[in-house]
């Protein structure tokens, strides 16, 4: 199951939703959304700085990834990047693909 990064900050209608519902509340919000496409949320963490939350989930397939981060974008109360996550072992399977590439101006 692939599984993803996601960074995400709150607008202010957002944080303001965090601090009445709370942090464990949005944790179980993102594993409920993930459990309806048989998801699974493996890390929640709230953070300083540019991003406000950090989230690490094993999403079915890209679609479903696509429908989650539209869904929760057009609230407009979260703004996420999602970043596909790679074992090390799929980079070994990687490694060992061939491709034939010129670089500019080579």
Same mark, same amino acid.
């Given at each position: ?10 607008? /202010?209608?957002? *944080? ?8 464990? #509340?949005? +944790?179980?919000? =993102?594993?409920?959304? !993930? ?28 679609? /479903?990834?696509? *429908? ?8 407009? #109360?979260? +703004?996420?990047? =999602?970043?596909?996550? !790679? ?20």
């Amino acid at each position: 199951m692939p599984k993803f990064l996601i960074q995400l900050s709150y607008t /202010a209608e957002g *944080a303001k939703g965090v601090l009445e519902d709370g942090g464990s #509340a949005r +944790r179980k919000a =993102a594993a409920d959304v !993930l459990a309806q496409f048989n998801g699974k949320l493996e890390a929640f963490y709230f953070a300083f700085g540019a991003d406000d939350a950090a989230l690490i989930v094993d999403v079915p397939d890209q679609e /479903a990834m696509a *429908a989650i981060s539209l869904t929760v974008s057009a609230t407009g #109360a979260i +703004r996420t990047r =999602a970043t596909v996550l !790679l074992t090390p072992e799929q980079i070994d399977e990687a490694a060992k693909k061939h491709v034939n590439y010129r670089a500019p101006g080579s």
